[in-house]
Antibody, heavy 123, light 107 residues
Framework: EVQLLESGGGLVQPGGSLRLSCTVSEFTISNYAMSWVRQAPGKGLEWVSIISGSGGTAYYADSVKGRFTISRDNSKNTLWLQMNSLRAEDTAIYYC????????????????WGQGTLVTVSS | EIVLTQSPGTLSLSPGERATLSCRASQSVGSNYLAWYQQKPGQAPRLLIYDASSRATGIPDRFSGSGSGTDFSLTISRLQPEDFAVYYCQQYGTSSTFGGGTKVEIK
């Protein structure tokens, strides 16, 4: 059974940094694009970032561009999200998701999700 | 950016009843690239439908998706107790955006 396990969330002050990890089992991530999707408390879903299977290409939502960096190590079946200059509005549960590319990294949906890790940005 | 509007916000139904959820796009969704997800409290979203009408692996056939262009719907033919949850649509024809969700609650 495909499993994705996020970790690294917690409480951080505004302006601080946090690095999230997503460890995958039962499939080889090098064959797939991977994404981060977040959900603010009591709110809907928001796509954050996507990275190609090789790690050579990544895209970001405008709301996090320049502050967040997605990366991966296929040898470790692990995905990361480095979050800098955090703001209160970044408070959310962050999910990693196995991504099905329909037309490259432009169009995609998410077929497996982790359970998420909570990031709280507050002083 | 394509904006997705889901209606109703909340649907109150009894087990065994039919549920019809709507997802309307602000402009046409290319190639009918629309997905539906189910999310239960404290859980991650689960993919139900992709490409507007294709069921994901392991999804019961009481779930069906339909529609094209700007109007899409998810139908649950006979609600089971485990189907009470929040449902989100996502378009991936132009970038990716999600709708605000429809909560299906027990009446």
């Amino acid at each position: 059974e495909v499993q994705l396990l996020e970790s690294g969330g917690g409480l951080v002050q505004p302006g601080g940094s946090l690095r999230l990890s997503c460890t995958v089992s039962e499939f080889t991530i090098s064959n797939y694009a991977m994404s981060w999707v977040r959900q603010a408390p009591g709110k809907g879903l928001e796509w954050v970032s996507i990275i190609s299977g090789s790690g050579g290409t990544a895209y970001y939502a405008d709301s996090v561009k320049g502050r967040f960096t997605i990366s991966r190590d296929n040898s470790k079946n692990t995905l990361w999200l480095q979050m800098n200059s955090l703001r209160a509005e970044d408070t959310a549960i962050y999910y990693c998701a196995k991504t099905v590319m329909v037309r490259g990294l432009i169009t995609y949906y998410f077929d497996y999700w982790g359970q998420g890790t909570l990031v709280t940005v507050s002083s | 950016e394509i904006v997705l509007t889901q209606s109703p916000g909340t649907l109150s139904l009894s087990p065994g009843e039919r549920a019809t959820l709507s997802c309307r796009a602000s402009q046409s969704v290319g190639s009918n690239y629309l997905a539906w997800y189910q999310q239960k409290p404290g859980q991650a979203p689960r993919l139900l439908i992709y490409d507007a009408s294709s069921r994901a692996t392991g999804i019961p056939d009481r779930f069906s998706g339909s529609g094209s262009g700007t109007d899409f719907s998810l139908t649950i033919s006979r609600l089971q107790p485990e189907d009470f949850a929040v449902y989100y649509c996502q378009q991936y024809g132009t970038s990716s955006t999600f709708g605000g969700g429809t909560k299906v609650e027990i009446k």
